[in-house]
């Protein structure tokens, strides 16, 4: 499925974002969406998940900071970041489970958008 992201910027520390990830086919045929940064010389890490039946999961490191969420009307799901931080600064992957098969996934990934916290 093509996903688009956008809502990416510069803010200062502590401010807010708000990213939102478009899918191209409705959100009732794809498993999960999740949300993935990638720091500047460091691995691709998750940041949240939702599943198709809502449930969420979260990095530690943005518990209660982040929150996902999904709009089946405009088949998107959306990041909001608060209380962001310098080491929040990544390039944000926007990313679909496609199931296939029992037990058979596809993942999907959307292009990055960069998030810059200044201190």
């Known amino acids: 499925v093509q996903l688009q992201a956008s809502g990416g910027g510069l803010v200062q520390a502590g401010g807010s974002l708000r990213l939102s990830c478009a899918a191209a086919k409705s959100l009732f045929t794809i498993n999960a969406m999740g949300w993935y940064r990638q720091a500047l010389g460091k691995q691709r890490e998750l940041v949240a998940t939702?599943?198709?039946?809502?449930?969420?999961n979260y990095a530690d490191s943005v518990k209660g900071r982040f929150t996902i969420s999904r709009d089946y009307a405009k088949n998107t799901v959306s990041l909001q970041m608060n209380s962001l931080k310098p080491e929040d600064t990544a390039v944000y992957l926007c990313?679909?489970?496609?199931?296939?098969?029992?037990?058979?996934?596809?993942?999907?990934w959307g292009q990055g958008t960069q998030v810059t916290v200044s201190s």
């Open positions: 939702i599943t198709s039946g809502g449930v969420t």
């Open positions: 990313n679909a489970e496609i199931k296939l098969a029992l037990g058979v996934f596809r993942y999907d």
